[in-house]
Each structure stands twice: as structure tokens, then as C-alpha cells.
DNA sequence: GGGATGCCTGGATG
DNA sequence: ACATCCAGGCATC
């Protein structure tokens, strides 16, 4: 089978900080800066050999794909002009250092809300076992190139519905078995279009999204973000809330409502892309480090 | 409408 | 060892 190469000379890119900051489960880490998965039926290796570049390998013959991918790994967009919209404060600029090179990525939205679906209460390990559990058990296979090893793509909508809630649960989903299936069913029948959301603003997006079952206000903002680049969608989970209760809002406890106006008009147009530096960057830090980070008098004050 | 509770399950914590 | 807690939520009451 013959892989074909792209090469693309880019800067700042930093393919591990992107590929391992909980935002895509389904990449394997093949060596130190390289990474194999199945996107539709075909191989691909992404790999960070320098600095500045990023390469492409896959079985893939049409340019489609390969367009897709550029797309999927976000290479078109000017990284540099987006972070200088972030806002400034001590925290957002020491995880911009911290996680220089981190970009979102654009996925497909069926794997993105799956993915995020069987994330409820799981650590990133976890979930990469179920997806990969799923993938391997109900997925198209397809051949390593090289080693002629199977490997498996994550099984669509439609096959996902045909297996069931019971197969999900024997691939470790538990109680997220039923959300999956009850997505799945109504996205193979029809009944739900993932494809019309690319035409809705972001609040008729999240109306839409979470009325399928499981999906709340976390994972609606989370497959907004990932999948279809609303920049504003800020997925708020338990770290990211504690972030903006303790940093920003020195401790108090602070209304739903409030706390989303605080989002929109602090963080602004790339909302998202703040939330993912922050999101990766206060999980790496101790306990001791983040009471520093949060007794800093040069933290900003929030004037409502 | 904010606040508890159950849901599967594996790994961490005591 | 063994129990208990809790993890990147959601639905329900």
C-alpha cells in the first residue's frame, strides 16, 4: 500500500501539547512525535519530526482527504493573530507560555460527540480505552501500511444504533451506553442532522445539540468548540470552574448566569481557544502552585 | 431554578 | 486486604 507525504512548514505548532490536551481521544502515540489513527477508511500517521514542521502520511488517494486533513489539523489558521486576542492577566499569560504551540482542532462532529458522550466522569485514559474499545470491536478495519497490523476506525452512527446499547456496555461505556445509542439511533435515522448545525449561530446550535440525550451544557459546548469551530462555545467542566470561581471571582459563588456573561465578555471572540489553554494548563499544576496562582494580588478583579 | 442523588466502573486513597 | 471515594456530566426529583 503506498503512503503518500505532505509536508507543511508551520510555526507556532506544537503537535503533542495539541493531540494530548483531552480535546481528541482516538490518536496513538506511535513514538515520541508521532501519532497513527483511522480517519475514514484510510491510515494516518501525523508527525512534529521539527520544530516547524508538520507531517502528513497516509493511504489516502484522493485530495479530499487530504484537504480534510489540513482542516482537521487546523494548518490554515494564523495561531499568532488568535492568541493576541486573548486577554491579559497573570494566569492566561502564564498558560499561554506554558502551552505555546497548543491549537484546537476541527474534528469530524459524530467521533467529537461520541467521544465526548462516553467522557462523563472519566479520565483521559479511560475514555481513550472505551473509544478505542468501541473502534476496534465495531469499526472498519483497516491495514497498517507497514506492518500489515489491523487498525480500526471509529464505527459511524449507523453501526453504533445496528450494535446497540449492550455492546457499548460490554466496551466499559456504563451508564453513557444509553446516551450513545439514543444519539446514534436518532442520527442514523435521521431524525437528528449533525450537518445543519454548520448553518445555525452558536446559541440555536446548543439549543439543538442538547436535546439529544446525555448532552448537557459541557458537552454541547465541547463538540461546538472541537468539531465545529464556534470560538465562543467554552466548555465548562469542574476544573475549568473552579479556574474562574477561585481566580476570577476570588472564591465567591457566583450564578450560571453570571458566570456565562463574565465568559463572553471577558475572553471575548476565541472564548474556546482560552478555555483549552487554561483547561490544560491548571490541571498540570500542584496544589501549592495554584494557591499562588490564586493569592496573586495582581489577579484581575471582576467589576459587574 | 439551585441543589442533592443515582448512574457504570476502574483506579486512587485511606 | 478491603472499603470508600471520586473522576473533564446528565437527568431526575
Excluded at 488568535?82 to 494566569?91: E, N, Q, R
Excluded at 442532522?193 to 465541547?222: F, Q, W, Y
Aim: net charge positive; with cysteine.
Amino acid at each position: 500500500m503506498a503512503i503518500r507525504s505532505f509536508s507543511y512548514s508551520i510555526h507556532p505548532y506544537d503537535l503533542e501539547k495539541t493531540l494530548e490536551s483531552g480535546q481528541s481521544f482516538q490518536w496513538i502515540r506511535t513514538a515520541p512525535h508521532a501519532w497513527e489513527s483511522v480517519v475514514e477508511r484510510d491510515w494516518v500517521r501525523v508527525s512534529q519530526p521539527k520544530a516547524r514542521q508538520i507531517l502528513i502520511e497516509t493511504t489516502a488517494k484522493n485530495a479530499a482527504l487530504v484537504d480534510q486533513l489540513s482542516g482537521y489539523f487546523q494548518l490554515d489558521i494564523d495561531l499568532k493573530r488568535v492568541l493576541t486576542a486573548f486577554p491579559k492577566d497573570p494566569l492566561v499569560g502564564q498558560a499561554l507560555r506554558a502551552r505555546r504551540g497548543l491549537r484546537l482542532l476541527r474534528q469530524d462532529p459524530w467521533i467529537c460527540l461520541a467521544s465526548f458522550l462516553l467522557s462523563s466522569t472519566k479520565q483521559i485514559v479511560q475514555i481513550k480505552e472505551i473509544v478505542h474499545l468501541i473502534s476496534t470491536r465495531h469499526g472498519n478495519p483497516v491495514a497498517h501500511p507497514e506492518t500489515g497490523e489491523m487498525l480500526y476506525g471509529f464505527p459511524d452512527a449507523a453501526r453504533i444504533a445496528q450494535e446497540g446499547e449492550q455492546a457499548m456496555r460490554s466496551c466499559k461505556a456504563g451508564f453513557r451506553a444509553k446516551y450513545l445509542y439514543g444519539c446514534a439511533r436518532s442520527i442514523a435515522e435521521g431524525t437528528f442532522d449533525l450537518e445543519a448545525l454548520r448553518e445555525m449561530s452558536l446559541e440555536e446550535a446548543r439549543l439543538k445539540i442538547t436535546g439529544l440525550p446525555g448532552v448537557g451544557p459541557k458537552i454541547a459546548d465541547c463538540v461546538l468548540l472541537f468539531a465545529y469551530g464556534f470560538d465562543r462555545a467554552f466548555p465548562v467542566d469542574v476544573w475549568v470552574h473552579r479556574v474562574l470561581q477561585d481566580y476570577y471571582f476570588h472564591g465567591k459563588q457566583v450564578a450560571r448566569t453570571t458566570m456565562h456573561q463574565f465568559i463572553m465578555d471577558y475572553f471575548g471572540d476565541h472564548a474556546g481557544y482560552v478555555q483549552q489553554y487554561l483547561f490544560d494548563y491548571i490541571r498540570s499544576l500542584s496544589k501549592a502552585e495554584w494557591r499562588r496562582m490564586v493569592e496573586d494580588p495582581a489577579r484581575p478583579t471582576i467589576s459587574k
